[in-house]
């Protein structure tokens, strides 16, 4: 049996909780130990019951300097990624960073830099990454069962109530007391269907992307965005289009699309389900239907902390979310950034339940225009949806020289 790798956690509540039980999990097979929590609140006696003295310290440098872990999970607010990711790396960590990584494209540039100067690697939170279903369905467009790839969608339909944007100062915000902070539904709550569609579209990296065009709206009292659409244009043309929103009529499990000339592949990424459509069965462009999913296969799961102590033991491991592997989705959140706080909703397109913390929003129509969305390649205004009539954000982009159809 090889010694555990040690494990170094900052930012204890929240999803950090999500990140210690599975360190708690994977310990049990003795892979990862976990050497030191760090954040400013104390975690409570029961989250530490399965880390025996483990030490804990608002203070990373000093955990770091003491502990020297193997890795550092940092699954903190997004403002607070690239301080604390820039100093487990210095302290010659290797880092999993919770997506998304940062608020701005030039703080990931400096991540990418400070991960090569310090030949560190850093894997990025998305999990779906990890997701048998997106190689299998990547596997399946290269081997012609589909036919040829016309396009990439991607749908979200989630409920967030009040409660969900009070739970940190951080959430529904664009800036916080100056600083980027840059969230929304495609930068963070559906950050994974943006990735994921990026991923299936081979479009992950820098210069991937050509062109950008992206409507934001809100109907929460937010500066972000709640309901949103990109469509993201590969060099070789090849739409990527993602719509989600968090103020649905029903909650359902969002899924990508990948669109064939002769048949469908659809993944529900966060339970990594799949279906081929093809012959009779293919819907062509058909919004995704209800019983679609009833029908889907299930595969397995690579957990992001496991692949990187596996590529840390063995670099001919590939990581599955490398953080160069983010530079798309950092551009279309730079996007969102330069956009600014999203445009309100007019009141009488939407419709509230609830009081209080549990007081939400449901915008008119919203779960077929997402839907229609990702099964037509189009954006919300496109669809005649009448919240969202307007132009898109329409940004061009500099491509890679001689690249024409990106791997
Ligand atoms: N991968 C996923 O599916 C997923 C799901 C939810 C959240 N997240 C991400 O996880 C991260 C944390 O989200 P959250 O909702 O738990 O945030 P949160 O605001 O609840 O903060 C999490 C923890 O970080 C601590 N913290 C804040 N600043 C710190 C600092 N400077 N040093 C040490 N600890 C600090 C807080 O005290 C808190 O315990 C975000 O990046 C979020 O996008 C990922």
Redesign the pocket.
Known sequence: MTTPTRVLQ?????????HLDNIAALGESGLVRLVGL????P?APETLAAFDGVPVS?E?DALLAEQRPDVTI?????H??L??AVTALRAGSHVL????PTPTLADFETLLAVSEETDRRCQI???SLGSAALAEAVDLVGSGTIGGLLGIGAAGTWIRDTAYYQ?????GRMVLDGRPVT?GALT??F??AVASALRLGGAERAGDVRRVELERFHAHPIEGDDTACVRLTRSDGLPIVVAVTVCAERTRDPYLILHGESGRITVWYTRDQLLVETGSAFPGARPVTDDAQSRARVLSRTNLLANLVDHLADPSVPLLSPSAGSHTFMRAMEEIRLDGPARAIDPRYYREEGTGQRWRPIIDGVDTVVARSAAELRLFSELGAPWAAGSPRDTTLPTRQGVSSPS
């Open positions: 900052v930012g204890a509540h929240g999803y950090g909780r999500v760090c954040d400013p609140v975690p608002p990373l940092v699954a903190t607010p997004i607070t990624h301080p604390l960073l919770e997506k998304p939170g998305f999990q739970r940190a100062p951080w959430a969230d963070n709550a950050a994974h």
